[in-house]
């Protein structure tokens, strides 16, 4: 798939959210340590749980587990007891659990407000499972791959079609990654400009290396050159 399609059709998939997963509330409490998701990212349940995310300015560590996958995948249902995603761990409490419905609202009770909206009913099901059809297979399925020493970062949020783009690569080559929401609305926008010198994402980080990185294109290539078998 050429770029300009792989752009145009992670643009409609975001058009098919109506918004959802490109702004932040802050969270009402924040956790000490990083909430752990597994997940994958073709997946319409998982793509919820990380709009919840976004939604009140969380990060994670993020474990793809996508089909096929040997490194986080047999893990999540070793610690879940079932073949399903997402599953979140929260260390902070000691919670974990399936179900995407019941992550966000577990996020919003104990991270965001009672207050906050959260869009969970039938037709959120379906326009989440139309913006997995735009990418078809992208996110779905495990590809050959060098695990790194140490888990990527990468600054991004849910809404953005080029952070998906970033996204799908990490989760085909089983990359792990702490994923830090900077939506719009963010607080936490304002630390990041003075990382990286603006405000601009996906920003990747790779510790294994030093290098770090701004445009998805260019991610996708370094990722490909570095990690692809």
């Known amino acids: 798939m050429s770029r300009s399609i792989d752009v145009v059709s992670s643009t409609l998939a975001s058009v098919l959210r109506f918004g959802v997963g490109l702004a932040a509330?802050?969270?009402?409490r924040?956790?000490?340590k990083l909430l752990e998701l597994y997940e994958f990212e073709a997946c319409p349940f998982c793509r919820r749980a990380r709009e919840a995310l976004t939604k009140f300015d969380l990060d994670a560590?993020?474990?793809?587990c996508p089909r096929g996958g040997t490194r986080f995948r047999p893990r999540a249902i070793e610690l879940?007891?079932?073949s399903r995603f997402p599953f979140l761990v929260d260390p902070n409490t000691g919670k974990s659990m399936l179900e995407s419905a019941d992550i966000v609202r577990?996020?919003?009770e104990t991270y965001g407000a009672p207050s906050d909206p959260v869009w969970l009913g039938p037709l959120g099901l379906v326009s989440s499972s139309m913006a997995s059809g735009m990418r078809a297979s992208h996110g779905r399925s495990a590809r050959p791959s060098r695990a790194p020493d140490k888990p990527l970062e990468?600054?991004?949020f849910e809404g953005s079609p080029y952070c998906r783009l970033v996204r799908e690569t990490l989760c085909e080559l089983e990359l792990p990654y702490v994923l830090h929401n900077v939506a719009k609305g963010s607080p936490r926008r304002e630390e990041f400009v003075k990382r990286s010198g603006k405000m601009m994402v996906?920003?990747?980080a790779d510790p294994n290396t030093g290098r770090e990185m701004f445009e998805s294109a260019d991610?996708?290539?370094y990722l490909e050159a570095t990690y692809a078998a």
């Open 154 to 156: 990468l600054w991004s």
């Open 25 to 28: 509330r802050p969270a009402t």
């Open 202 to 204: 996906p920003y990747l």
């Open 219 to 221: 991610i996708v290539k």
């Open 80 to 82: 879940s007891g079932r």
């Open 61 to 64: 560590m993020v474990y793809p």
């Open 30 to 32: 924040r956790p000490e």
């Open 106 to 108: 577990y996020l919003r």
